[in-house]
């Protein structure tokens, strides 16, 4: 009997949690920002992490990643074959799959969107080098499409099915010399309603989203519209969410700790610190490697023993950030041990006196005689949001004290853009996302000699003959232990060149969200999981 009740007992809280989630309404508003406009919306060439916020939504992928298990799930393919030898896969596409403006998604616009990330008229430079190891399309019937690989990378199939093949209609994007620069056109859950330049993008449900049932199953993309408003300044952004204008902010530590009390927090107002398994990212100043002054690697190494990473994680980030040694966040297992450049201006300036750097008509800068002519050791450093000048600021005061002249230079977000691809700077902090879990994939990306033609990643020119080849290698290592160690090399490599002045990466997933948005839990596995939220707003 009381086994009876025992099972009864379960069976009724069971149904009452069902009840109650299958009860999540669908429709209302999600509102939230973005610290800039994206340069552009035009789905070859788009690289920030704007304007890839906004595809997410619009471009649907042949395979989705499973945020609680990080594994494929169908998505415009509804299954796939990966042949036994592992030289093809064959994707069969959905009959009901549809772009947004009604015309059905064939095997033929996936053929085109491969066959024009290849066309060099297309510019597809960064998802070129993903898709390297794809040889060639050939469409099957008008629902199934077979790719064949030139050679074993383990991440072939990834780069097919997980978003970097972006799946685009052709009678949209056929024409190569077209910009595209606001035009975006999906399969996916939302498309575009307005795009107010300089303010912000609306999206609306798209009719013609094949995954309209299962989205309501599986109680995914709720709102009825998502509105993404452009706005640089976090003091502007925690405004409109104590004013109810956006449902959701991601936070900054400084904003975390200082800006979240007061009476309508806890009650209209929510803050969440969590973690989750997530790959974490990191942020660096980038030095351009064909500088005459940068292009020295003992320069670029002194110049990393200035950052007082320590004082600024303590003083600036609350100590929710960890030093970065390498192009790696530590908490990944593919992160070595590397000795990093712990604050030191000692040791900063007898290695540049040891280059040849010395204060010779003491004026207080170092300079030294660079092709026969006289150079101060001065370097500018780009920053796109004023965020980061504090830190800078640090910076350019310790490195002032060696005898370093740093000059900080504030740069529209589009500008900066266009700084970096023109290759004009001497340096620039920014932040790289954090990727897959298995970050192989984005060293060839970032760090691969290829990678530095105009209009790819590695954009502060760096070229190491033996990183290029332990990137080849692991990009066909299908063991995943042997891999992590050829990655491991890689990342001590690239740390003792100090191509980058490696910062920070976040240990603690920090937002706020309204009292009209409510979400299933604070965190899935792999990610926050705003996909999943719904309105409660009357």
């Not at 101060?376 to 796109?384: D, G």
Request: aromatic share 12%; glycine share 6%; net charge positive.
């Amino acid at each position: 009997m009381k086994k009876l009740i025992f099972v009864l007992t379960i069976l009724f809280l069971s149904s009452l949690f069902l009840s109650t989630y299958a009860a999540i309404p669908r429709g209302g508003i999600f509102s939230l920002t973005l610290d800039a406009e994206p340069a552009t919306l035009n789905p070859f060439t788009s690289s920030d992490g704007y304007a890839q916020a906004i595809e997410g939504y619009i471009l649907e992928p042949l395979a989705n990643i499973d945020i609680n298990t990080y594994e494929h799930k169908p998505g415009l393919a509804e299954k796939w074959e990966i042949a036994k030898d592992k030289k093809s896969v064959t994707f069969f596409l959905r009959d009901n799959a549809k772009f947004s403006d009604g015309t059905p998604v064939t095997a033929d616009d996936v053929k085109f969107s491969f066959d024009a990330i290849k066309d060099l008229k297309y510019k597809a430079i960064v998802m070129r080098e993903y898709l390297s190891g794809i040889d060639r399309a050939e469409i099957i019937d008008p629902k199934t499409i077979k790719f064949y690989f030139k050679d074993l990378k383990y991440k072939n199939f990834d780069a097919l099915a997980g978003g970097i093949l972006k799946i685009l209609p052709k009678h949209v994007y056929k024409n190569p010399n077209e910009k595209y620069t606001r035009v975006l056109v999906g399969a996916g859950p939302y498309m575009i309603d307005k795009y107010e330049k300089g303010k912000r993008i609306v999206l609306k449900r798209n009719p013609y989203y094949w995954g309209i049932e299962q989205s309501i199953k599986d109680r995914e993309y709720n709102f009825d519209s998502i509105t993404m408003r452009f706005v640089e300044t976090p003091e502007v952004q925690m405004q409109m969410l104590s004013k109810k204008e956006i449902d959701y902010l991601g936070l900054r530590p400084e904003t975390f700790m200082k800006q979240t009390s007061g009476p309508e927090w806890g009650k209209s107002l929510f803050k969440i610190e969590t973690s989750n398994k997530s790959p974490k990212g990191y942020n660096y100043i980038g030095w351009n490697q064909k500088h005459p002054i940068l292009g020295d690697k003992q320069v670029r190494q002194a110049l990393a023993y200035l950052m007082n990473r320590k004082l600024m994680i303590e003083k600036f980030l609350y100590n929710m950030s960890m030093p970065v040694n390498g192009p790696i966040s530590p908490v990944s297992e593919y992160a070595p041990k590397i000795v990093g450049y712990d604050f030191d201006p000692k040791k900063a300036l007898k290695i540049l006196n040891s280059s040849g750097w010395v204060d010779s008509d003491k004026d207080g800068v170092l300079d030294k005689m660079i092709d026969g002519k006289k150079t101060n050791l001065k370097i500018s450093i780009m920053m796109p949001t004023n965020f980061w000048e504090k830190f800078l600021t640090v910076y350019k005061e310790d490195a002032k004290k060696v005898g370093v002249d740093i000059e900080i230079k504030n740069i529209e977000w589009n500008a900066f853009l266009k700084l970096l691809e023109d290759r004009k700077f001497d340096g620039f902090i920014m932040a790289w996302g954090a990727g897959d879990i298995d970050p192989d994939m984005g060293l060839r990306q970032i760090w691969h000699t290829l990678s530095s033609a105009k209009g790819g990643s590695n954009r502060i020119n760096y070229s190491n003959k033996k990183v290029d080849e332990l990137i080849d290698r692991a990009n066909v290592e299908w063991d995943r232990s042997k891999r992590i160690k050829i990655c491991q090399e890689i990342f001590k490599i690239i740390a003792d060149d100090a191509p980058y002045l490696f910062m920070f990466s976040t240990v603690k997933t920090l937002y706020a969200y309204t009292n009209e948005v409510e979400k299933p839990k604070d965190t899935f596995t792999y990610g926050v999981g705003t996909g999943y939220w719904w309105s409660v707003a009357k």
